[in-house]
């Protein structure tokens, strides 16, 4: 079993940053993917971005050039830069193991305005 937990979240300013963090406990070497999502209110939630075993990642195009994922064994992080106000979402961290299993972390709220 994987559990993951984020922290990070909180109240910027647009133009301004964040990181995000997300730690993986349990099983963590049948991690296969780690990866971000975010849903606004009456939204689906989305992929934001997301890294696999062999160290590939993929971000939504609305993020691509502002966000960065990086993977450090059972630690995930999102470093969002050149925030807008329509980052605003609940953010929530996954893991989907080889069982298949997938693990969601309860969300941090990202909150970007003036």
């Known amino acids: 079993q994987v559990q993951v937990v984020e922290s990070g979240g909180g109240l910027v300013q647009p133009g301004g940053s964040l990181r995000l963090s997300c730690a993986a406990s349990?099983?963590?070497?049948?991690?296969?993917?780690m990866g971000w999502y975010r849903q606004a209110p009456g939204k689906q939630r989305e992929l934001v971005a997301q890294?696999?075993?062999?160290?590939t990642t993929n971000y939504a195009d609305s993020v691509k050039g502002r966000f960065t994922i990086s993977r450090d064994n059972a630690k995930v992080y999102l470093q969002m830069n050149s925030l807008k106000p329509e980052d605003t979402a609940v953010y929530y961290c996954?893991?989907?193991?080889?069982?298949?299993?997938?693990?969601w972390g309860q969300g941090t709220q990202v909150t970007v305005s003036s």
């Open positions: 996954k893991a989907v193991t080889w069982d298949p299993a997938t693990s």
């Open positions: 349990g099983t963590i070497n049948n991690i296969y993917i």
């Open positions: 890294v696999k075993s062999d160290g």
